[in-house]
């Protein structure tokens, strides 16, 4: 298990080994030993999963303060392009945005700290996302930035995708009121 630290501060791409035997695989997720050199905060408080057809959006979603969090982002089946936009205005990177493929096959996660949005596109049909976050879902302080506003370029037009993740501002109308 190496983390390797992307270009926006705190973000952490996350290589894992994954074993194979006559069985199938098995592959470790979380090591505290680990992950506390990348954040020392770094304590889970839930985690969920989605299953999502192939060129699916979810995204781009954060937890404002005091519930903002820490979340990492694996994919024990399928395949997806995740994408991280970092909104901390004393942020070198605030504004940018970094992408990286998370598969089954490559057994990669993303580490994403407090104070970025997290979204992704499915590149597969029944793809499998587990996030864990480090606070519990607060539905007030759950908010997102529009999914086509801050100039990533998902390969695609017109993806599945909810009408509330539609409903988002856009990064522009979001400066205003960004509490980070
Ligand atoms: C997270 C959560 C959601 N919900 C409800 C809210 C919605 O009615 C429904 C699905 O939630 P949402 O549409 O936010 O799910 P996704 O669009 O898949 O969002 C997920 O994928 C993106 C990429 C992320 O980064 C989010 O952290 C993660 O929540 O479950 C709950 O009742 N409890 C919860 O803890």
Avoid at 52 to 70: A, C, L, N, T
Avoid at 87 to 95: C, E, M, N, V
Wanted: aromatic share 12%; hydrophobic share 35%.
């Amino acid at each position: 298990m190496n983390l390797i630290e992307a270009k926006i501060p705190g973000l952490f791409l996350v290589e894992n080994n994954l074993l194979r035997d006559n069985r199938g695989t098995f592959l470790k997720t979380f090591q505290k030993s680990v992950f506390e050199k990348a954040h020392s905060d770094l304590n889970f408080s839930e985690s969920y999963y989605s299953v999502s057809q192939k060129d699916v959006i979810r995204g781009m979603h954060f937890q404002i303060p005091p519930e903002d969090h820490h979340k990492l982002i694996y994919v024990p089946k399928g395949k997806i392009l995740d994408v991280v936009l970092d909104l901390r205005k004393q942020s070198d990177t605030f504004g940018q945005f970094e992408s990286f493929e998370l598969s089954s096959e490559n057994a990669k996660a993303v580490l994403i700290p407090k104070g970025c949005a997290h979204g992704f596109r499915s590149l597969e049909d029944d793809t499998i996302t587990i996030y864990a976050v480090t606070t519990e879902y607060n539905n007030v302080l759950d908010l997102g930035i529009k999914w086509e506003s801050f100039g990533f370029n998902w390969g695609i037009s017109k993806p599945i995708i909810s009408a509330r993740d539609l409903s988002f501002p856009s990064l522009e109308d979001f400066k205003n009121s960004n509490p980070f």
